[in-house]
T-cell receptor, first 112, second 113 residues
Framework: DAKTTQPTSMDCAEGRAANLPCNHS???????VYWYRQIHSQGPQYIIH???NNETNEMASLIITEDRKSSTLILPHATLRDTAVYYC?????????????FGGGTRLMVKP | SAVISQKPSRDICQRGTSLTIQCQVD?????MFWYRQQPGQSLTLIAT?????????ESGFVIDKFPISRPNLTFSTLTVSNMSPEDSSIYLC??????????FGPGTRLTVL
């Protein structure tokens, strides 16, 4: 699976949009971009995933560049409960049968 | 979705002893995974546990140290054997349901003295 690069940490003001970047310049054509987050003392939680097109769900939006070498996770109105470590993962196959390889992630701190 | 429970939620153990962690899922799943998260670190996959076959271990993890059982499609155990303080970590069970996401248990926080 392709390696990802994320900033170690970011801050965001409560109520503002949080934009979390991820670089995956070696991604191959059959690899999907997944985002998970881990709130303190809990197991990781799925947020969103995509292949080429931008995706949106009730939690977040995922913007993937046209060359697919980078992506951005957007939390449109961050709350204090969004404080967590966010992991960007690229994975072959769009099914949960494949393991997830976690990188360092971005520690997002939402501040009042 | 899948709801996963783990037992124990935390434990403090003496070095040289072993601890068995249980993972129970509320539905039948094909793939189960065991991860380790050392203090302040990201998650590292230990092994993949498939029902009816031997677990597949990742590089750096061996069966003698981390034996795994998978007796049916809703249950698995991970044993941490002959523990040392370096084994102090959070151990997480994860499952794949055939959909596109994996679900994680709450983790077992292990401290080895």
């Amino acid at each position: 699976d392709a390696k990802t690069t994320q900033p170690t940490s970011m801050d965001c003001a409560e109520g503002r949009a949080a934009n979390l970047p991820c670089n995956h310049s070696t991604i191959s054509g059959n690899e999907y971009v997944y985002w998970y987050r881990q709130i303190h003392s809990q197991g990781p939680q799925y947020i969103i995933h995509g292949l080429k097109n931008n995706e949106t769900n009730e939690m977040a939006s995922l913007i993937i560049t046209e060359d697919r070498k980078s992506s951005t996770l957007i939390l449109p109105h961050a709350t204090l409960r969004d404080t967590a470590v966010y992991y960007c993962i690229v994975r072959v196959a769009n099914n949960a049968g494949n393991m997830l390889t976690f990188g360092g992630g971005t520690r997002l701190m939402v501040k009042p | 979705s899948a709801v996963i429970s783990q037992k124990p939620s935390r434990d403090i153990c003496q070095r040289g002893t072993s601890l068995t962690i249980q993972c129970q899922v509320d539905s039948q799943v094909t793939m189960m995974f065991w991860y380790r998260q050392q203090p302040g670190q990201s998650l590292t996959l230990i092994a993949t546990a498939n029902q009816g076959s031997e677990a597949t271990y990742e590089s750096g993890f061996v069966i003698d140290k981390f034996p795994i059982s998978r007796p049916n499609l809703t249950f698995s155990t991970l044993t941490v054997s002959n523990m040392s303080p370096e084994d102090s970590s959070i151990y997480l069970c994860s499952v794949g349901t055939g959909g596109r996401e994996q679900f994680f248990g709450p983790g077992t926080r292990l401290t080895v003295l």
